[in-house]
């Protein structure tokens, strides 16, 4: 199994800085003096279709000859990674076949339509989502772009830290959600190449810990009936991203769903960021282990924006 290396998330960045966002990295004096440290956040959901998701996906499709990229790409996402990979499509030119959970929320099926993206409707199991995409692929010949265990994906995905680490030289440590695995894989090889002596700790919910236990015990162990309102981190980690997180991860920590609500409330209120609860997920394990992390330089990836207005938790 090929894995990616950080000269693959150099070429990554040269390829796709002319169609991404330079995310903004803000600060919160009042978010410094509840947790006790200096917090620095790579804002993502700033990023084009909200989401650090199209930096991976414009990597992808950009990385495609024109023979391949002319029968389209196609992917299953439950709604960020079909986004990003709907827009990058439609920056290139090409269809994008997205097959979604019927029970995706509403701002994430609208905004792939909006992209351009063809839907197709599926079960909202892992199975599902695989045959039907498979269906869709034998009958079209389009590029499968999985949401994260791709070598393409994972480059791009490390750009963010990348571009963290480039104005941020010097952190303790780097926070970021996991949930396939595609951000963290990428980050941990940004941050280890860049500042080899910093630290990579992932949070993900304590209803969806399938990463923090696959960790743990050192094979992966899949996601089964995940639990969390972090929507976006559901899924079970990739075979290339577990093997990356695996050699370059310092840990993973499992957060309270009232400590993901409370976290994203905080930064909601105080740096007026409108971010999605899988976002949150790093500041809430923060908030839960203050003293762990007290004095510290600490970057934080928010991974997003996209969220159902009309459902907000508090």
Same mark, same amino acid.
Request: hydrophobic share 45%; with cysteine.
């Given at each position: 199994m090929k894995l990616p290396v950080f000269e693959d998330i150099i070429? *990554?960045?040269?390829?796709?800085?002319?169609?991404?966002?330079?995310?903004?990295?803000?600060?919160?004096s009042a978010i410094n003096r509840i947790i006790g440290s200096?917090?620095?956040? %790579?804002? #993502?959901?700033?990023?084009?279709? =909200?989401a650090f998701k199209f930096r991976g996906a414009c990597n992808a499709v950009f990385s495609l000859t024109n023979e391949q990229a002319s029968r389209g790409v196609g992917t299953h996402s439950s709604g960020n990674h079909a986004a990003a990979l709907a827009l990058a499509a439609r920056i290139r030119g090409i269809q994008a076949h997205i097959v979604m959970p019927s029970n995706s929320p509403e701002i994430k099926k609208k905004a792939v339509a909006g992209y351009g993206g063809i839907i197709t409707y599926c079960e909202p199991t892992l199975q599902s989502r695989e045959t039907t995409l498979r #269906?869709?692929?034998? $009958?079209?010949?389009?590029?499968? +772009?999985?949401?994260?265990n791709n070598c393409k994906v994972i480059? =791009?995905?490390?750009?963010? *830290? %990348?571009?963290?680490?480039? @104005?941020? &030289?010097?952190?303790?440590?780097?926070?970021? &959600?996991?949930?396939?695995?595609?951000?963290?894989?990428?980050? *941990?090889?940004? +941050? $280890?190449?860049?500042?080899?002596?910093?630290r990579v700790i992932a949070a993900e919910p304590s209803g969806a810990d399938d990463a923090y236990r696959s960790f743990k015990a050192g094979?992966?162990? &899949?996601?089964?009936? &995940?639990?969390?309102?972090a929507d976006g981190l559901l899924t079970s980690l990739g075979e290339i991203n577990f093997a990356?997180?695996?050699?370059?991860?310092?840990?993973?920590l499992t957060v309270?769903?009232?400590?993901?609500?409370? *976290? !994203?409330?905080? +930064?909601?209120?105080? !740096?007026?960021?409108?971010? @999605?609860?899988?976002?949150? +997920?790093? /500041?809430?394990?923060? /908030?839960? $282990?203050?003293?762990?992390?007290?004095?510290l330089r600490i970057g934080i990836i928010l991974s997003g924006g996209n969220i159902d207005l009309g459902n907000l938790p508090f």
């Open positions: 070429d *990554a960045h040269k390829l796709i800085k002319e169609f991404i966002h330079r995310t903004p990295i803000l600060t919160s200096e917090i620095f956040f %790579k804002c #993502e959901n700033l990023q084009k279709t =909200g #269906e869709i692929a034998e $009958k079209t010949g389009i590029e499968i +772009v999985h949401p994260y480059a =791009g995905q490390g750009t963010a *830290a %990348k571009e963290l680490l480039e @104005e941020i &030289p010097i952190l303790d440590l780097i926070l970021c &959600p996991v949930g396939g695995g595609g951000l963290l894989s990428g980050t *941990a090889l940004s +941050v $280890k190449a860049i500042s080899p002596l910093s094979y992966i162990i &899949p996601s089964v009936k &995940p639990k969390t309102i990356v997180i695996s050699q370059k991860v310092d840990d993973i309270s769903e009232e400590s993901i609500i409370e *976290a !994203m409330r905080l +930064v909601w209120e105080r !740096m007026k960021l409108v971010i @999605e609860p899988s976002s949150a +997920v790093p /500041l809430a394990a923060l /908030l839960e $282990k203050k003293e762990a992390f007290r004095n």
